[in-house]
């Protein structure tokens, strides 16, 4: 049959019907929205635009025995010099119980990553740090079980985060942690201990206890906790500021030797009530500021997350804030970075963090 002209008609025909179906498509209240939260909460602005420099690092991480927490690792571990399983403890008998997942072991076996178990006091019960420290067979009964429990497993070391310790202590712990050194050192074992973030060598308060300068003498890594500088019963604020973070380094480095230093940074974040805080992931931080349709705004100042909703506030941590926190210590000649913890982290903080050789 010859062609005629008329014949395209039914091509245009298609072709219109397809343009208004992607206008109504375009048009469409559920795609507005949609649009429009992602906008508003900044995500496509802060955590899929901004650049990530690859980093570095000699990178201590704690993995706790929650799910999360071990499965992140697991993809994770070859990023890691040590990590630091959670979940051994002291408990309110004085009696060291130990726990360590063995996927654990095996990935960071398989990884060539040191394994140096942490030991807190159940709780954080501020008696039971007492006891610990100060009652001679509580004393020697946890010092004796912990060097069993990492030479029988074959541990590179242990890490101690004894917390709520009684300022009047110091002492105590300073010739705790001597003896317990001592014998790790024996066999080749290394000691690191957990310390809050000083500014200086106050002796009073939650940090009292540690003593910078002597720890910094009996260990072999001493990790400064950066972080809640504004904790879950404080005002909201930013959790690890870099003004206060840079503050804290300078002091660490006044007492105590750069290659010993382990800088600690938070991977979480909180969300206030008032002076009522609860912890959030990088995801919760997130998925709450999408829900409820505000911005999420990046503070230079802080290298932090944060906003605000109702009347509530969140400050959290995403890989921008590691990035700027891990060069900030870099900057200081410090490459050992440890981080509280594992599996509460923006996934990107891998392409941040990597181990130096």
């Given at each position: 049959m010859k062609r005629t002209k008329d014949k395209p008609i039914l091509p245009v025909?298609?072709?219109?019907?397809?343009?208004?179906?992607?206008?109504?498509?375009?048009?469409?209240?559920?795609?507005?929205?949609r649009s429009s939260e992602e906008s508003e909460s900044g995500i496509?602005?802060?955590?899929?635009?901004?650049?990530?420099?690859?980093?570095?690092?000699?990178?201590?991480?704690?993995?706790?025995?929650?799910?999360?927490?071990?499965?992140?690792?697991?993809?994770?571990?070859s990023k890691f010099t040590w990590v630091s399983p959670t979940g051994s403890i002291v408990n309110g008998n004085g009696d060291f119980v130990p726990w360590v997942d063995n996927k654990v072991i095996e990935a960071?076996?398989?990884?060539?990553?040191?394994?140096?178990?942490?030991?807190?006091?159940?709780?954080?019960?501020?008696?039971?740090?007492?006891?610990?420290?100060?009652?001679?067979?509580?004393?020697?009964?946890?010092?004796?079980?912990?060097?069993?429990?990492?030479?029988?497993?074959n541990f590179s070391g242990?890490?101690?985060?004894?917390?709520n310790i009684p300022p009047e202590d110091r002492g105590a712990l300073n010739s705790y942690m001597r003896e317990l050194a001592s014998r790790l050192h024996h066999y080749g074992k290394i000691v690191t201990i957990d310390v809050a973030g000083?500014?200086?060598?106050?002796?009073?308060?939650?940090?009292?206890?540690?003593?910078?300068?002597?720890?910094?003498?009996?260990?072999d890594y001493v990790c400064i906790m950066c972080y809640d500088y504004h904790w879950p019963g404080s005002e909201a604020g930013p959790i690890g500021p870099l003004s206060w973070m840079k503050e804290v380094i300078s002091y660490a480095l006044s007492t105590i030797p750069?290659?010993?230093?382990?800088?600690?940074?938070?991977?979480?974040?909180?969300?206030?009530?008032?002076?009522?805080?609860?912890g959030l992931t990088f995801k919760q931080a997130v998925e709450t500021a999408k829900n409820?349709?505000?911005?999420?705004?990046?503070?230079?100042?802080?290298?932090?997350?944060?906003?605000?909703?109702?009347?509530?506030?969140?400050?959290?941590?995403?890989?921008?804030?590691?990035?700027?926190?891990?060069?900030?210590?870099?900057?200081?000649g410090i490459d050992r970075i440890a981080a509280w913890r594992i599996g509460q982290e923006d996934s990107r903080v891998w392409e941040v963090i990597n181990r130096k050789r």
């Amino acid at each position: 049959m010859k062609r005629t002209k008329d014949k395209p008609i039914l091509p245009v025909a298609i072709i219109i019907i397809i343009l208004v179906a992607i206008v109504l498509f375009l048009m469409n209240p559920v795609w507005k929205r949609r649009s429009s939260e992602e906008s508003e909460s900044g995500i496509d602005k802060y955590f899929e635009t901004l650049p990530l420099e690859k980093l570095e690092v000699k990178f201590f991480g704690w993995v706790t025995p929650d799910e999360e927490s071990i499965s992140s690792f697991l993809r994770n571990a070859s990023k890691f010099t040590w990590v630091s399983p959670t979940g051994s403890i002291v408990n309110g008998n004085g009696d060291f119980v130990p726990w360590v997942d063995n996927k654990v072991i095996e990935a960071a076996e398989t990884n060539n990553v040191s394994i140096v178990p942490l030991v807190a006091n159940k709780g954080f019960d501020r008696g039971l740090a007492h006891r610990i420290l100060t009652d001679p067979e509580v004393r020697e009964r946890t010092i004796a079980a912990i060097v069993d429990f990492v030479i029988e497993n074959n541990f590179s070391g242990i890490n101690i985060d004894y917390e709520n310790i009684p300022p009047e202590d110091r002492g105590a712990l300073n010739s705790y942690m001597r003896e317990l050194a001592s014998r790790l050192h024996h066999y080749g074992k290394i000691v690191t201990i957990d310390v809050a973030g000083k500014t200086w060598d106050d002796p009073s308060g939650w940090g009292g206890a540690w003593d910078y300068s002597t720890l910094g003498e009996v260990c072999d890594y001493v990790c400064i906790m950066c972080y809640d500088y504004h904790w879950p019963g404080s005002e909201a604020g930013p959790i690890g500021p870099l003004s206060w973070m840079k503050e804290v380094i300078s002091y660490a480095l006044s007492t105590i030797p750069r290659d010993k230093i382990v800088i600690g940074i938070p991977f979480y974040g909180y969300r206030w009530l008032g002076r009522s805080g609860v912890g959030l992931t990088f995801k919760q931080a997130v998925e709450t500021a999408k829900n409820f349709g505000v911005k999420i705004l990046f503070s230079e100042e802080d290298a932090e997350y944060y906003y605000s909703y109702d009347s509530y506030t969140v400050w959290f941590q995403g890989a921008k804030s590691v990035e700027i926190k891990v060069l900030t210590a870099l900057s200081y000649g410090i490459d050992r970075i440890a981080a509280w913890r594992i599996g509460q982290e923006d996934s990107r903080v891998w392409e941040v963090i990597n181990r130096k050789r």
